[in-house]
């Protein structure tokens, strides 16, 4: 079963969205590096100034599914 990142995304501090990455990963640890590389960093806009963050989990089933 591959890996995936799931991603939420916060406009200054308050939740627009949320999804996952379209890439599918065999390990786990090259998910990792991939979403601290797009993710981990806060945006500011140019235009508005507002600032876009993140918060994201590599797993294999979808975490925010309630049992």
């Known amino acids: 079963m591959p890996w995936r990142i799931?991603?939420?995304i916060?406009?200054?501090?308050?939740?627009i969205g949320a999804g996952v990455?379209?890439?599918r990963?065999?390990?786990k640890s090259n998910a990792i590096r991939r979403a601290r590389?797009?993710?981990d960093t806060p945006r500011i806009s140019a235009n508005t100034g507002k600032i876009t963050t993140y918060n994201?989990?590599?797993s294999q089933t979808n975490p925010w599914v309630r049992n």
Do not use: L
């Open 6 to 8: 799931w991603f939420e």
């Open 25 to 27: 990963y065999a390990y």
């Open 56 to 58: 994201w989990t590599v």
């Open 37 to 39: 590389a797009m993710f």
């Open 10 to 15: 916060f406009h200054n501090d308050k939740k």
């Open 21 to 23: 990455w379209h890439q």
